[in-house]
């Protein structure tokens, strides 16, 4: 499929949709590069919120009539949307048992794009239980990740959907922590460990946030040489330069020079 071809089709697909739905400009690309696979094939496409229905009509002509196009919202006149085909189901995101009977009865799904009520606390449940849920190759996109710094929604304090999103970035390693005995911490939080086990990578766009999963991954990976060397390995030599730089680190809110200091305690 030709990529730049998928976006200006999302665009048109957009533009051509006969009920009102907002989209900031830049998400176009992300949805393209994220979900333009799925074109033509049978799948099953989740979106949360609904609003206006416009974005029902954008994923049904671009992904194709062999898509299954599920919505998910709170309000109970969202339930419109059937008389076109769509399958609605109302229900709060922010309960883990709505989304766990959920999945159990829709199955297996190929995207969940969360668009709905955007507190970090609706963002972090609808994340972990459709990771729970996920037994297949899929992808879960959380977007409008801007609200974590809102004022509306600030009583999350630190516990922003977007901290949360950061520190699951550290699961990625658990599975090489046995690479190098002694280095690695102890992993104090293997139940955590087990939930992210199938995520293959954590992708983060402008706005948005985007979880593959992939089951194979769960599989622990080894390290391997391509064949083994004739005389002793290589001299290291990371210790032989300098031991420290000071950086510009990147915080947003508050200019920071920061020396980052090389080797042990």
């Known amino acids: 499929m030709n990529n730049e071809k998928a976006l200006q089709d999302l665009i048109q697909c957009f533009n051509d949709s006969p009920h009102p739905s907002f989209k900031v400009t830049n998400y176009f690309q992300i949805y393209s590069d994220l979900f333009a696979y799925l074109r033509g094939l ?3 496409f989740i979106e949360t919120g609904i609003l206006n229905g416009g974005s029902l009509f954008m994923w049904r002509k671009w992904l194709g009539e062999k898509a299954r196009i599920i919505g998910v919202d709170l309000n109970p006149a969202a339930k419109k949307w059937e008389e076109f085909g769509f399958k609605i189901y109302i229900g709060d995101q922010g309960d883990p048992v709505f989304w766990q009977n959920f999945f159990r009865e829709i ?3 190929d995207v969940l794009l969360d668009d709905g009520g955007h507190q970090s606390f609706q963002q972090i449940v609808t994340l972990a239980e459709a990771v729970k849920a996920a037994k297949n190759k899929c992808i879960i ?13 600030s009583r999350h304090h630190e516990h922003s ?3 949360y999103a950061k520190d699951s970035t550290d699961t990625l390693l ?3 922590s046995e ?3 002694g280095q690695f911490p102890q992993i104090g939080n293997p139940k955590i460990e087990e939930q992210f086990s199938s995520v293959y990578s954590i992708q983060f766009y402008s706005g ?8 194979v991954v769960q599989e622990r990976p080894k390290l391997v040489w391509n064949h083994l060397p004739k005389s002793e390995p290589a001299s290291d030599y990371r210790y032989e330069g300098t031991s420290s730089a000071m950086v510009e680190w990147p915080d947003l809110f508050t200019e920071q020079k920061i020396i980052v200091k090389g080797g042990g305690a």
Request: hydrophobic share 40%; charged share 25%.
């Open 107 to 109: 199955g297996r799904f």
């Open 42 to 44: 049978d799948c099953t």
């Open 161 to 163: 959907f977007l901290e």
């Open 208 to 215: 948005l946030v985007a979880y593959s999963i992939d089951p």
């Open 141 to 153: 996109a959380i977007e409008d990740t801007c609200t974590s710094f809102f004022k509306e929604f």
């Open 174 to 176: 658990a599975k090489t």
């Open 179 to 181: 690479f190098f005995p």
